[in-house]
C-alpha cells in the first residue's frame, strides 16, 4: 500500500482559498488520488479523486503532480461548514481496499 | 443515488457480550460493502471487506467477524466483546471499482 503523508492540522480563515497538500510519494502508476473529509461525529464523506489530470467538482479541485508523488486538494472559498478531517488516500483499482491515515485537521476562522 | 443504514446508533454493551451490527444498502445491486472503525481521536481501521455475497475478506486479526448473507446486507459480528472494541463503526459501499465510498451513519459502541 502506499504511503501518505499529510500535515496534522491546518487553518484558514473563511471565504479564502485552502490548499490541503498530500505527498504520496511511492504510489504506483496506476493508483488513484482520492479525497475524503469526515465531519465530527459524522463518517466520511467523498470529495473528489483522480489519476493524472487535474479534476473539478462542485466541492473542490484536484490538482496532480506531473510525477504524481503529490497532489493538492483545493477548496475556493472555505466555509465553516468545511471544517473537517481530511484523508488524501492512493486506491489500487481491483484491490477493493480504502486505506485511511491520520489526515489533515482543517480549522476554517470566521 | 445509494442510501446505507445502519443500526443501532448507539450501544453499550459490557466486557464479554456478543454483538451484532447491520448494515443495508438501499438504491443499488452488486456493491462491494466495507466495515471499518474509528477508536476515539483516531483515524479509520478498515476491517472487513466483501466483494459478494459470501465472500469476505478481513484486514485485521481479531475478535471480529463479517458476514454478507444478502448482496446489500453486511453484518459484523462477535461472540465475546472487549473493551478495546470500543469505537465508531461504520459500514460504507462502492458501487464499483474506482469509483467513491458512501458511508452510512455509523454505530458508536461503548463497551463497559
Given at each position: 500500500?502506499?504511503?501518505?503523508?499529510?500535515?496534522?492540522?491546518?487553518?484558514?480563515?473563511?471565504?479564502?482559498?485552502?490548499?490541503?497538500?498530500?505527498?504520496?510519494?511511492?504510489?504506483?502508476?496506476?493508483?488513484?488520488?482520492?479525497?475524503?473529509?469526515?465531519?465530527?461525529?459524522?463518517?466520511?464523506?467523498?470529495?473528489?479523486?483522480?489519476?493524472?489530470?487535474?479534476?473539478?467538482?462542485?466541492?473542490?479541485?484536484?490538482?496532480?503532480?506531473?510525477?504524481?508523488?503529490?497532489?493538492?486538494?483545493?477548496?475556493?472559498?472555505?466555509?465553516?461548514?468545511?471544517?473537517?478531517?481530511?484523508?488524501?488516500?492512493?486506491?489500487?483499482?481491483?484491490?477493493?481496499?480504502?486505506i485511511f491515515g491520520t489526515?489533515?485537521?482543517?480549522?476554517?476562522?470566521? | 443515488?445509494?442510501?446505507?443504514?445502519?443500526?443501532?446508533?448507539?450501544?453499550?454493551?459490557?466486557?464479554?457480550?456478543?454483538?451484532?451490527?447491520?448494515?443495508?444498502?438501499?438504491?443499488?445491486?452488486?456493491?462491494?460493502?466495507?466495515?471499518?472503525?474509528?477508536?476515539?481521536?483516531?483515524?479509520?481501521?478498515?476491517?472487513?471487506?466483501?466483494?459478494?455475497?459470501?465472500?469476505?475478506?478481513?484486514?485485521?486479526?481479531?475478535?471480529?467477524?463479517?458476514?454478507?448473507?444478502?448482496?446489500?446486507?453486511?453484518?459484523?459480528?462477535?461472540?465475546?466483546?472487549?473493551?478495546?472494541?470500543?469505537?465508531?463503526?461504520?459500514?460504507?459501499?462502492?458501487?464499483?471499482?474506482?469509483?467513491?465510498?458512501?458511508?452510512?451513519?455509523?454505530?458508536?459502541?461503548?463497551?463497559?
Amino acid at each position: 500500500d502506499a504511503k501518505t503523508t499529510q500535515p496534522n492540522s491546518m487553518e484558514s480563515n473563511e471565504e479564502e482559498p485552502v490548499h490541503l497538500p498530500c505527498n504520496h510519494s511511492t504510489i504506483s502508476g496506476t493508483d488513484y488520488i482520492h479525497w475524503y473529509r469526515q465531519l465530527p461525529s459524522q463518517g466520511p464523506e467523498y470529495v473528489i479523486h483522480g489519476l493524472t489530470s487535474n479534476v473539478n467538482n462542485r466541492m473542490a479541485s484536484l490538482a496532480i503532480a506531473e510525477d504524481r508523488k503529490s497532489s493538492t486538494l483545493i477548496l475556493h472559498r472555505a466555509t465553516l461548514r468545511d471544517a473537517a478531517v481530511y484523508y488524501c488516500i492512493p486506491y489500487t483499482s481491483g484491490t477493493y481496499k480504502y486505506i485511511f491515515g491520520t489526515g489533515t485537521r482543517l480549522k476554517v476562522l470566521a | 443515488s445509494q442510501t446505507i443504514h445502519q443500526w443501532p446508533a448507539t450501544l453499550v454493551q459490557p466486557v464479554g457480550s456478543p454483538l451484532s451490527l447491520e448494515c443495508t444498502v438501499e438504491g443499488t445491486s452488486n456493491p462491494n460493502l466495507y466495515w471499518y472503525r474509528q477508536a476515539a481521536g483516531r483515524g479509520l481501521q478498515l476491517l472487513f471487506y466483501s466483494v459478494g455475497i459470501g465472500q469476505i475478506s478481513s484486514e485485521v486479526p481479531q475478535n471480529l467477524s463479517a458476514s454478507r448473507p444478502q448482496d446489500r446486507q453486511f453484518i459484523l459480528s462477535s461472540k465475546k466483546l472487549l473493551l478495546s472494541d470500543s469505537g465508531f463503526y461504520l459500514c460504507a459501499s462502492t458501487l464499483g471499482d474506482p469509483y467513491e465510498q458512501y458511508f452510512g451513519p455509523g454505530t458508536r459502541l461503548t463497551v463497559t
